[in-house]
């Protein structure tokens, strides 16, 4: 068997992507030669890699098994080339980043503006995710770091503090569950879902969780409206449209006429962890990267 690291970049690609003609595209090859690789791999163990079907392309028993070896060995050369780039021209490589959306969009700009700002020879793969996918993709290797909620099982990583991302329900004054909680500073989600919401746009990890609460409560999320950020949203509540789910932070930016309400669930009170598989076996940027989100 001769593989060489092309070999098992390709085959990480494909894996990861689920298609061989997308992880052609990200190993920088041909589709051909890229198919041709595939092809010298199986013909070389005498054992199919890959399942093909219509739907593209996924790894067999034999494929895994290659898989966390190629996995392991880019890392470690990876590593190599970060522990030796400290003594060139400093600290270089590029750190796969995965949180979820409080983290991206309330969170980690300032924190990474900062941090790129000190290590300009570092890059970021960032990438927003459900908080559970993000522990099973940091277990799996795929990504270095992730930022996950403390709600999801995150027993098999290790986890540091982050940040406390509590959710709230934002209201106009004048709305009519304003006027019925009256005094009350606490309630429960459930009290909500009677009324109309504004939702976040896309397929967002933050409304996934929103629309997931309500489903394990026997009811369904209704969203007048999506609306691609926080700000956007407490602008449409306070103009009385709706009411929204909202990290705490998002709604204290937000305009003066709007009530806001914390949420008596447990799931609502949550707080932000950075988690990594094992921090020693990081790359050296990588855990430049892990110091600074947890100092930060």
């Given at each position: 068997?001769?593989?060489?690291?092309?070999?098992?970049?390709?085959?990480?690609?494909?894996?990861?992507?689920?298609?061989?003609?997308?992880?052609?595209?990200?190993?920088?090859?041909?589709?051909?030669?890229?198919?041709?690789?595939?092809?010298?791999?199986?013909?070389?163990?005498?054992?199919?890699?890959?399942?093909?079907?219509?739907?593209?392309?996924?790894?067999?028993?034999?494929?895994?098994?290659?898989?966390?070896?190629?996995?392991?060995?880019?890392?470690?050369?990876?590593?190599?080339?970060?522990?030796?780039?400290?003594?060139?021209?400093?600290?270089?490589?590029?750190?796969?980043?995965?949180?979820?959306?409080?983290?991206?969009?309330?969170?980690?700009?300032?924190?990474?503006?900062?941090?790129?700002?000190?290590?300009?020879?570092?890059?970021?793969?960032?990438?927003?995710?459900?908080?559970?996918?993000?522990?099973?993709?940091?277990?799996?290797?795929?990504?270095?770091i992730g930022i996950i909620s403390d709600?999801?099982?995150?027993?098999?990583?290790?986890?540091?503090?982050?940040?406390?991302?509590?959710?709230?329900?934002?209201?106009?004054?004048?709305?009519?569950?304003?006027?019925?909680?009256?005094?009350?500073?606490?309630?429960?989600?459930?009290?909500?879902?009677?009324?109309?919401?504004?939702?976040?746009?896309?397929?967002?990890?933050?409304?996934?969780?929103?629309?997931?609460?309500?489903?394990?409560?026997?009811?369904?999320?209704?969203?007048?409206?999506?609306?691609?950020?926080?700000?956007?949203?407490?602008?449409?509540?306070?103009?009385?449209?709706?009411?929204?789910?909202?990290?705490?932070?998002?709604?204290?930016?937000?305009?003066?006429?709007?009530?806001?309400?914390?949420?008596?669930?447990?799931?609502?009170?949550?707080?932000?962890?950075?988690?990594?598989?094992?921090?020693?076996?990081?790359?050296?940027?990588?855990?430049?990267?892990?110091?600074?989100?947890?100092?930060?």
């Amino acid at each position: 068997m001769r593989f060489d690291l092309t070999d098992l970049r390709l085959f990480i690609h494909i894996a990861d992507s689920g298609s061989i003609t997308a992880g052609a595209q990200l190993a920088h090859l041909a589709l051909p030669s890229a198919s041709a690789r595939v092809r010298g791999m199986e013909q070389a163990l005498d054992v199919p890699l890959l399942h093909r079907g219509r739907r593209g392309a996924e790894p067999t028993e034999a494929g895994r098994t290659l898989l966390q070896h190629a996995r392991a060995i880019t890392r470690q050369v990876d590593d190599m080339h970060a522990d030796l780039a400290q003594f060139a021209t400093g600290l270089k490589g590029q750190v796969r980043l995965l949180c979820n959306t409080s983290a991206m969009t309330e969170f980690l700009p300032d924190a990474l503006a900062a941090f790129l700002k000190t290590h300009p020879q570092l890059s970021i793969n960032l990438e927003e995710r459900l908080s559970r996918d993000i522990v099973q993709a940091v277990a799996d290797g795929v990504a270095d770091i992730g930022i996950i909620s403390d709600a999801v099982e995150h027993a098999a990583l290790q986890t540091f503090p982050f940040r406390d991302d509590p959710l709230v329900l934002a209201m106009a004054r004048s709305h009519p569950l304003a006027h019925t909680l009256g005094h009350k500073r606490h309630m429960a989600f459930a009290e909500a879902l009677d009324h109309d919401f504004i939702g976040l746009a896309g397929d967002s990890a933050f409304q996934q969780q929103a629309a997931e609460q309500a489903a394990r409560l026997g009811r369904r999320l209704h969203c007048k409206i999506r609306l691609r950020s926080f700000e956007a949203m407490a602008r449409m509540v306070a103009s009385g449209a709706g009411l929204a789910l909202l990290p705490a932070t998002a709604a204290r930016r937000s305009p003066g006429q709007l009530r806001i309400v914390k949420l008596s669930d447990a799931w609502a009170d949550r707080k932000l962890l950075v988690c990594v598989r094992d921090e020693a076996a990081l790359p050296g940027y990588a855990r430049v990267l892990l110091s600074a989100l947890v100092l930060a």
